[in-house]
């Protein structure tokens, strides 16, 4: 069994959750992460050779030097693992919330790329509330999950029979053929909205006087799930090139979300 991930943060979140419980991956032959964020940008250049996403990758991750050719780099030989496990038959196990664009366009995805092999492809979903203990915890995507908590979430594993799969792939078909520039989870469906869609938030969220990028990210990803940070500073600058914000300085040291705006008057 391969165990499929749509980021590698969540990945080796698993891998270490399994490090500390001293388990052995027992069936789990592999953990791999497939990074397309293709809750982002235009979906027809997304396939078996995923490079085809790495201009959108390249424009996300503009401000992190050097990472959108080490995830294009990992996606490669995920999608390697990922494709002979498959002609082989083997199953694929991935982990999905349903309130994740990213995750459920990439289970789409997965379903039309696999619609003609072997493979068993099983579904682990992320609930929104988990009982841990004596607290009710809540999740948004699966790079939430604390390292020990994976294992509380194989309860809802699923193998998806054929008619789903079939759903699934003509779901990611009706994606790639929207090809909006940004999708959200809206009322549980996957739904194309405009690159804007997240922008209220943003303006809602606004400080007073000087703030860092961060601090904004930070208060607008308590607020709403379902985006990136990388997205919604992506959206930051929009809204600077728009003039309804001011860069009074740039990233210090190079830390990402480190450069200070105001709000023009």
Known sequence: MIELFASDSAAGA?????????EKYGEVE??????LDLDVGDLTTAGRDTDGRLPD???????FPGVPEIIARL??????????????????????????????CTLYFLCHLLEETKAELR??????EILKGQKVVRYRSTGEIAPEDFHLFLREEETLPPLKRALYAAMWEEQVNMNAPLRA???????????????????????????KAAVLIGMVLKQI????????????????????LERVSGPQNGVPYSDVYTVVK
């Open 185 to 211: 989870c809206i009322n549980g469906r996957v739904v194309g909205v405009p690159a804007d869609f997240y922008d209220f938030a943003i303006r809602t969220c606004l400080p007073e006087g000087e703030f």
């Open 123 to 128: 579904v682990v979903r992320v609930v929104k």
């Open 57 to 63: 990758l390249a424009n996300l991750y503009s401000h």
């Open 30 to 35: 592999g953990i791999l992460s497939l990074t």
């Open 75 to 104: 996606n490669r030989h995920a999608m390697d693992k990922l494709l002979q496990a498959a002609e082989a038959g083997k199953t694929i196990r991935f982990w999905a919330c349903e309130t994740d664009p990213s995750e459920m």
């Open 14 to 22: 698993r891998r270490q959750g399994l490090v500390m419980a001293d």
């Open 225 to 244: 799930s379902g985006v990136s940070d990388a997205w919604i500073y992506r959206r930051i600058l929009h809204l600077t090139e728009a003039g309804e």
